[in-house]
């Protein structure tokens, strides 16, 4: 069983414990009133229930390891790497070949540890990248209380570009100043949209 | 319907709208051009931005991301083969090559053009069908409209390919966050553990930033950088022999398209690789496909746009979304107070003429930028994915703060992002969440009406012959476009077995912009 059935085995579990606590949730708010009618719980009952079965469902098939219609993103790859019509996957030797960005061509889970994006990053060092901007942004959100979200934000603009992205230091300074502006601009001038300001109250 | 004309265009000529309406079109050419940035994803991140409108200038505005999304998509499946839009995909296979044979600039043109020829094609079918459907579906009580979400909700989850289950799941889900807070007609707070900011419910706005806007962003991290730009532009001419190879498919590219968008979650990438598909068998020059064939260029993208409008003929007339980025648009319709569906032709004709005839000076203005400044967009592509992601997030958190003034939104959003990757990661569609979520408190209604009126017996649901034949419907809708797409292979043996497969997906793929 690869990462990837296991997340999704996981989350199936999960949805399904979701589910059974809608119902009994939705049980506890009543499923009829008098007369027959459907009453408040209803709805969560049917929609937990539902989710249940089918999260049930779905780690059963996941369980058989009964192959799925291939994705969409395996899909696209199909289409786009068939050599007869001279469209090449993404090769770091020739930017500009084929790359489906906006999909996962790549299946992220499954990925081979070894393949390496276009700045030799490999997957474990592109996963790491992603738990640190994670831990990042709820830095940011409890900064946010201190200097207030502005400031919280163009910092971690800055943070992420220089520390996580290795972009050069004062482009990166100057894009999250201007990005910070541009924000202050259109929503607080423009809008009147009260940022918070923290316990600092600078801006 | 003259008069319906005129007052869509007495409402969209305002300066403000016009103004908006090409604010909405530059912004959605750039958006569908970045990749990692779909239409669903900039509709979601922008709603905030519009609260202080009014509600048909910022729809407006909203939907002209939304087509503007259809024309940059192409520009970076032409120049760099990585379709900015899912729709855009199958552009790559012919566009890509025809840059690499040193004509772009006919691909980026013919595309323009295309898209042009199909949106007013397509327009003028939204036009002429839309009303008539709407005025049917003004004659359905509850449970008619029961059927019709039902309908909906069936449709989107068979579109959403991959596992059945894992797409109704999904539809399970998102109502069952739909009953979150008070809702209408009861006075229980339900799951809302003793917080306040629960008691109005899970906000639709903050739900979608956090799926489509941070969710793309945290999955785009994981899955590495793109290849950089390096592509010489030429001059944007096409001559008249290619235009003359491209009437054709054009119109049978907009033709399917349209009929495809019509069907509920069908959406614009299987219109797209449909008439890729179609084209490649009819064309005399089938071997030149798959080789820089400009017809492979002129058809699926015609197709896509004429999708495009096409979805807002279910969107409009039955308040049931014909795709993802459609369904966050009808979320937009009820976070400005309006309730989606058939009604809304009768008391707001000025917000959907209005909106109809924009659809039509959005792509004027789409062809005249698109035509000159392809490459001047394709600059964009420069900028590095290390600034824009950041961006994004900046963006994304800043817009839910502004919704509600509030920093729980703003918890939310993240909270949402962590799920809408997980989603991505583990191949769980979002377009059945999405519509669950919208539909939910539509659909409790509905639900409640109609236990009324079968006294607690949803029997009903059988008693009416239209809700019968709604609910039939839907088997056959579900049914007919995948045995019409085995028939679109069967006879393309090669190259387009692929696509086959593809069309079982494009919804889930639609909303995961």
């Known amino acids: 069983m690869t990462a990837a059935q296991r997340g999704g085995l996981a989350a199936s579990v999960v949805l399904a414990v979701v589910g059974v606590a809608a119902v009994l949730g939705g049980l506890g708010y009543g499923v009829t009133v008098e007369g027959g009618e459907i009453g408040p719980g209803f709805l969560p009952t049917m929609a937990g229930g539902l989710v249940a079965v089918f999260a049930v469902l779905d780690a059963v098939g996941r369980l058989r390891n009964r192959r799925d219609a291939p994705s969409q993103a395996e899909l696209i790859t199909a289409t786009t790497s068939r050599p007869e019509d001279g469209v090449a996957l993404a090769d770091p030797a020739d930017p500009g070949a084929a790359t489906t960005s906006t999909q996962s061509i790549h299946s992220p889970l499954d990925a081979d540890a070894e393949e390496v994006d276009i700045f030799g990053r490999t997957q474990r060092q592109r996963n790491r990248m992603l738990a640190i901007v994670l831990g990042l942004v709820v830095a940011t959100l409890v900064m946010v209380q201190v200097v207030g979200f502005l400031l919280a934000f163009v910092l971690l603009l800055f943070v992420i570009a220089v520390f996580v992205e290795h972009r050069r230091v004062l482009p990166s300074a100057v894009v999250a100043v201007a990005a910070g502006a541009v924000t202050y601009g259109i929503f607080v001038l423009l809008l009147r949209v009260p940022l918070p300001t923290g316990l600092l109250g600078l801006i | ?229 390096r592509t010489r532009f030429r001059d944007m001419v096409i001559s008249r022999g290619e235009l003359k190879r491209s009437a054709g498919p054009i119109l049978r590219g907009s033709g399917i398209g349209f009929v495809l968008g019509i069907l509920p979650g069908a959406g614009s990438t299987l219109a797209s690789f449909m008439a890729y598909g179609i084209e490649k068998r009819v064309s005399p020059r089938k071997a030149m496909f798959g080789k820089g ?64 005839v924009s659809f039509f000076i959005g792509n004027v203005m789409l062809l005249v930028l698109n035509l000159p400044l392809a490459p001047v967009f394709a600059q964009m592509l420069r900028i590095p994915y290390g600034y824009l992601y950041p961006i994004i997030l900046l963006t994304s958190f800043v817009g839910a703060y502004s919704v509600s003034n509030n920093m729980f939104s703003v918890v939310l959003v993240f909270v949402f992002g962590v799920v809408g990757w997980l989603m991505k990661e583990l191949d769980l569609p979002m377009a059945p969440l999405v519509l669950g979520l919208v539909l939910g408190p539509l659909f409790e209604k509905a639900l409640v009406q109609t236990s009324a009126i079968g006294q607690g017996s949803f029997l009903v649901l059988l008693q009416s012959p239209i809700s019968v034949g709604i609910l039939l419907f839907a088997v056959l809708l579900m049914a007919g476009p995948k045995i019409a797409a085995r028939f679109a292979v069967r006879r393309a043996p090669r190259g387009t077995v692929a696509a086959d497969d593809a069309v079982r997906q494009p919804e889930r793929d639609e909303a995961g912009r």
């Open chain 2, 1 to 229: 319907m003259i008069d319906n004309l005129v007052l869509g265009f007495s409402t969209a000529f305002t300066p403000e709208n016009l103004l908006w309406c090409f604010i909405g079109v530059l912004l959605g050419t750039v958006i569908g051009l970045m990749p990692g940035l779909g239409s669903t994803t900039g509709v979601a991140i922008l709603i905030p931005l519009t609260l202080t409108l009014e509600p048909v200038t910022a729809l407006i505005m909203l939907a002209g991301i939304y087509y503007g999304a259809q024309y940059g998509g192409t520009i970076t499946s032409v120049l760099i083969s990585t379709p900015g839009e899912a729709a855009s995909v199958v552009t790559t296979l012919d566009g890509y090559q025809m840059a690499k044979n040193g004509k772009a600039g006919s691909a980026l043109a013919i595309s323009a053009i295309g898209s042009f020829v199909a949106a007013i094609i397509s327009l003028a079918l939204l036009m002429w069908l839309a009303p008539p459907l709407a005025d049917l579906a003004l004659n359905f009580g509850p449970v008619q409209n029961l059927a019709i979400m039902i309908l909906g909700l069936v449709i989107v989850v068979a579109f959403a390919g991959g596992s059945l289950s894992r797409g109704l799941m999904m539809a399970a889900a998102g109502l069952l966050i739909s009953t979150v807070g008070v809702a209408t007609g009861f006075s229980d707070a339900r799951f809302t553990f003793g917080s306040i900011n629960l008691l109005s419910g899970i906000p639709f706005v903050e739900v979608m930033i956090g799926l489509f806007a941070v969710g793309e962003v945290l999955h785009q991290i994981r899955i590495g950088a793109d290849a950089p730009i």
């Open chain 2, 293 to 356: 064939a400009i017809e492979g260029v002129a058809a699926p993208e015609s197709a896509n746009n004429a999708a495009a409008n096409a979805n807002f003929v279910p969107t409009l007339a039955l308040g049931i979304p014909g795709g993802g980025t459609t369904a966050v648009l009808l979320g937009a319709f009820t976070v400005y107070g309006l309730q989606p569906g058939p009604r809304l032709f009768e008391t707001q004709p000025t917000l959907i003429w209005g909106l109809l």
